[in-house]
């Protein structure tokens, strides 16, 4: 009864490749979360989805597309994989909607780390 | 542009004494500051947090210190315990956005 869990736990792949990892939230939240923790260890996050608006960190190259099919369910998807896109994906969730959510404590998944060849 | 810096990467304290983990940020608009802690191979998880209107937080053996003025935040584990080392990451957040810090890695020696 993990409260948010990801798939795979481990994804190794060739440059050039599509993939998509999944998230799955139980707790009922309203917002969900993709960070990325790189070789630097920080953590960044790269989009911020709720029922009513997707934020997106500029920073984060259009190859990669947040699908919700449902409020319990934020999957990643990558086009085009490249060697930068090594890394450890976390995903997590937050009780509140939009307006407040940033200060919420975020309920984190156990990360799927991401090579790419 | 690092907005939130912990500048120790790791940290070792022998068990019982007391582990200071330090936090700076540079955005002035941040108003709210969270703690997690991250052992191996799992998502961070919760620690405390602490309001800007507040200095000082305590929960059991964590305690939050914020000096607004000097924009710096810190977390006391007293006493430390073996289980306490992991990564601890200070994350700083506004209305927009949430920002971590690359995390200090805490080693309590028993």
């Known amino acids: 009864d993990t409260a948010v869990s990801q798939t795979p736990k481990y994804l190794v792949t060739q440059m050039g490749n599509d993939k998509s990892i999944k998230c799955e939230q139980n707790?009922?939240?309203?917002?969900m979360y993709w960070y990325k923790q790189d070789s630097k260890k920080f953590l960044k996050i790269m989009f911020s989805?709720?029922?009513?608006?997707?934020?997106i960190n500029e920073t984060v190259p259009n190859r990669f597309s947040p699908k919700s099919p449902d409020k319990a369910h934020l999957n990643l998807h990558i086009n085009s994989l490249e060697l930068g896109d090594s890394a450890v994906y976390f995903c997590?969730?937050?009780?509140?909607?939009?307006?407040?959510?940033?200060?919420?404590?975020?309920?984190f998944g156990p990360g799927t780390r991401l090579t790419v060849l | 542009d690092q907005q939130v810096k912990q500048n120790s990467p790791s940290l070792s304290v022998q068990e019982g004494r007391i582990s200071i983990l330090n936090c700076d940020y540079t955005?002035?608009?941040?108003?709210?500051f969270l703690w997690y802690k991250k052992y191996p191979a799992e998502g961070p998880t919760f620690l405390i947090s602490?309001?800007?209107?507040?200095d000082k937080n305590e929960d059991g053996r964590f305690t939050v210190f914020l000096n607004k003025s000097a924009k710096h935040l810190s977390l006391h584990i007293v006493p430390s315990q073996p289980g306490d080392s992991a990564v601890y990451f200070c994350?700083?957040?506004?209305?927009?956005?949430?920002?971590f810090g690359p995390g200090t890695s805490l080693s309590v020696i028993p």
């Open positions: 997590a969730s937050s009780q509140s909607g939009s307006g407040r959510h940033y200060r919420d404590t975020q309920y």
């Open positions: 707790l009922g939240h309203d917002t």
């Open positions: 989805y709720n029922n009513k608006e997707l934020i």
């Open positions: 955005n002035s608009m941040f108003d709210y």
């Open positions: 602490i309001s800007s209107i507040k």
């Open positions: 994350a700083a957040s506004s209305y927009d956005k949430v920002i």
